[in-house]
Structures are given as structure tokens and as C-alpha cells.
């Protein structure tokens, strides 16, 4: 997800009230084991201001526009059916989301709650959220944000030197300074986000300079996303073993580093294994390979499941991964079709071998299916790069580290 995607973070596993039934919620039905839907992904235009060398979309010159009546239609979709048995989360992402105008929010916000209202939902069974480069961020967006109530994802790949080595603007010009600014902008109001940093093997070699610009600049909440072979980028630096033991020796001391300051600053991949470490918690599944948990609707009313990375890419294996559409499909007809049965079957069956040959499923319930396809070619398998980097690699870094911490012997 190197695009900043992140939806376990500002996101799912954040949402307030997420345990509370919103009243007027169907029954499940012969779906029953899907969802419940945690995250709804709206595309409201492809179109990016940035040139992200490592982005996975394709089609980010396009200037295409969501309409109101494709999202009145998707919120219906998402509303009638099964799934919604509790408040989720409403990302507006994939693409640049502001470079969309400001009354296209306002106006959006209103026919969140018209549907809610029309469905017979509380107002908070949809909370939204937005992901992005932060670089138009300013008074005016601040306002509508918070008009809004809207929690933000920014991407940042922290001191300059990194971030603009990746992270251009289409003329080639550096983004840093721009980004950082919209950062300020939301420090000063008092707006709540998290920066996700994507790691590339330049990164690794950085972790002092990393940490020192996100402590000296009052970034308490952070994330990393590894730089991944994913939809029309093909090739990550993170590959080989050499790098591996990089990326290790980069967890290890921004531990360090980190633990200082534990109590203020938010670090997810070290919050997420201390969290199962002190709970004996495990995973069954995640969001990723659980039908309809996820529901990602792009800008022409297109309607997929499971990864959002999945939903704008076309694969040799199985076509597009496009199931439906807003204005002709219910999620149960969906769930009924034999091109969502047949993904479904792949990667349930990816999951069974993760569970049977993987001592960590437990830290991330079988993985994410978009990395199992762009790098072995099929949902029904196993290991991937990015799991050996975002669970197996941090969860070795970490455990050692509270061992040490407890005089424990190694393991």
C-alpha cells in the first residue's frame, strides 16, 4: 500500500463507538460470516497533483469527477444490505481527495445523512476520513474538514531529502514544504490525523534523521507503509535479503529511539504487536481477506471488496476485480456471483495455508490477498515480502526488544 493507503489505522480500528448496533440494521442473512463492513473506500476523482514514483494506481492524469448520484446509489448499496450492523468508516482516497472542491465535500456530507436518515441509521453509523498529500491544505480546507468532522491521513515520508526523492509534483518539483505546510495548518486547528510514511530502502539507512523530524515537528501519530510491488509499480527496493537486514536494523533503533516517548507518540506497527503481546489477542482474519469487511466503490460507481488496491488494476488471472456497479448491483447480488465466489475461494484458501504453515498468523490473519497476487501471482498461497516486512520482520524487532526490557531470556 505504498500508496499511504492505510485502512486499519486513522481509520477502522479507530472509529468511535465502533461496538455500538446502529439501530434499523437488517438481520445477515446466507451471507452470515462476511463483514461487518469496517470501511466503505469512495473514489471521488483518480486525479493526482503528485507523481509518486512508487504509486500502484494507474490513470492518475485522469480528471474524472464522482458524481452525487453515483454516491447517493453507493450509499444505498451499502446501507440496505447485511453488512452494516455497527458505525464504520467513509475514506475518501485513491487519487488526490483535494483536489476535488471544497463544496463537493459540504454537499456530500449532507447526502451522508439524508441516506442514513432514509435507511433509518444514527447519524455516526458513518464517520469520515481522508487520505491525503496535504499539500492544498489550508484556512479555507480546515474549515470544511472540520465542517465535516473528517479525520486525516496525511503522506509524508518525513524529512525532505526522503520525501522528495519519491513524492514530486508533475512538473517534478519537490512537495515537502508544501506538505508540511497543510501539516501546520492542521496542528494549529486542533485537527486530528495520522502521517504514514511509505519505507523505501533510502529509508532504511535514516532512522535518527526519520524520528528526529517527526518528534521536532510535533507528529505524535504515525505509520509505515512499505514501498510494495503492487498494480503498475513493479519492482520495490525493499527486495533481497541484504535489505531485510536493513529494514530490521531501521526498526531496531527507531525503537529505540522511540521509547523515550512512548507515552506521547503513536508508533502503529509497535503499537499493534505490544497490543497482541499483552492481550495473548489473535487475528482470524483481516479486513483485507474478509468479504464485504472492506467495500471500495470507485469514481464511475465500480464496486469491489477486499483490498481497495484492487479495484482500479486489471490481472492476467482474474481480469478486473470489478464485481458490481452502484446503480444495478446489491452487495448480495454480489456476494451470489460466480466471479466474486471464485476470488473468494482463492483466497479463503490463501488464508488456510497461511493459518496451517505460518507460526505469526495470529498477528495478521492471513495476510493481504493484493500482495499475495502482485507478488506470486495468485490469492491462494502464502508468504509475501510485504508480510515478511510489516508482521514477521516487526514482530521479531519488538519482541525482542520487551524481552531485553524484561530480562527475559531469548527466545
Not at 452494516?84 to 481527495?97: I, T
Not at 483536489?99 to 439524508?114: K, S
Not at 486525516?152 to 526523492?165: E, K
Not at 502482485?374 to 515480502?385: A, L, M, P, R, Y
Request: charged share 20%.
Amino acid at each position: 500500500m505504498a500508496s499511504g493507503m492505510d485502512p486499519a489505522s486513522p481509520s477502522i480500528s479507530d472509529s468511535p463507538g465502533q461496538d455500538r448496533q446502529p439501530t434499523g440494521v437488517r438481520p445477515v442473512g446466507p451471507t452470515e460470516g462476511y463483514g461487518p463492513l469496517q470501511l466503505l473506500v469512495i473514489q471521488p476523482t483518480p486525479f493526482c497533483n503528485l507523481d509518486c514514483d512508487y504509486c500502484y494506481l494507474p490513470g492518475r492524469g485522469k480528471r474524472d469527477r464522482l458524481s452525487l448520484e453515483i454516491l447517493d446509489a453507493a450509499l444505498d448499496r451499502v446501507l440496505e444490505s447485511p453488512f452494516v450492523q455497527r458505525p464504520f468508516l467513509l475514506l475518501w482516497h485513491a487519487g488526490e481527495p483535494l483536489t476535488m472542491p471544497m463544496a463537493f465535500y459540504d454537499a456530500a456530507g449532507e447526502r451522508i445523512q439524508a441516506a442514513l436518515q432514509r435507511h433509518g441509521l444514527p447519524p455516526e453509523t458513518i464517520q469520515q476520513s481522508v487520505q491525503t498529500n496535504a499539500v492544498v491544505i489550508n484556512e479555507a480546507w480546515c474549515d470544511c474538514l472540520q465542517r465535516n468532522r473528517m479525520h486525516v491521513g496525511v503522506s509524508m515520508d518525513g524529512p525532505a531529502f526522503l520525501h522528495d526523492r519519491h513524492r514530486r509534483t508533475r512538473a517534478g518539483l519537490a512537495s515537502h514544504a508544501a506538505c508540511l505546510r497543510g501539516i501546520k495548518h492542521l496542528q494549529t486547528r486542533g485537527i486530528p490525523f495520522q502521517v504514514i510514511s511509505v519505507i523505501t530502502e533510502e529509508s532504511l539507512h535514516h532512522p535518527d534523521e526519520m524520528f528526529q523530524f517527526f518528534l521536532e515537528h510535533g507528529i505524535d501519530n504515525l505509520a509505515f507503509n512499505m514501498e510494495e510491488t503492487e498494480g503498475v509499480h513493479r519492482h520495490s527496493s525493499l527486495s533481497g535479503a541484504q535489505v531485510e537486514q536493513a529494514y530490521r536494523r531501521f526498526l531496531a533503533r527507531f525503537w529505540e529511539l522511540w521509547q523515550p516517548h512512548a507515552q506521547r507518540m503513536r508508533v502503529r506497527e509497535f503499537d499493534a504487536v505490544c497490543a497482541v503481546a499483552s492481550s495473548d489477542g489473535r487475528l482470524d482474519r483481516t479486513d483485507m481477506n474478509n468479504p464485504f469487511a472492506i467495500v471500495n466503490v470507485d469514481v464511475h460507481g465500480n464496486i469491489s471488496t477486499f483490498d481497495p488496491e484492487l479495484l482500479s488494476v486489471r490481472t492476467d488471472t482474474y481480469g478486473d476485480f470489478v464485481l458490481g456497479h452502484v446503480l444495478q448491483d446489491s452487495l448480495l447480488d454480489i456476494a451470489n456471483s460466480d466471479k466474486f465466489r471464485r476470488i473468494q475461494s482463492d483466497i479463503a484458501s490463501g488464508v488456510a495455508r497461511c493459518r496451517q504453515e505460518c507460526e505469526y498468523f495470529g498477528l495478521c490473519g492471513g495476510g493481504a490477498c493484493s500482495n499475495k497476487y502482485w507478488e506470486n501471482g495468485s490469492f491462494d498461497c502464502s508468504e509475501t515480502q510485504a508480510c515478511r516486512y510489516r508482521i514477521k520482520l516487526t514482530a521479531e524487532v519488538v519482541l525482542a526488544a520487551l524481552e531485553r526490557a524484561l530480562n527475559l531470556p531469548a527466545a
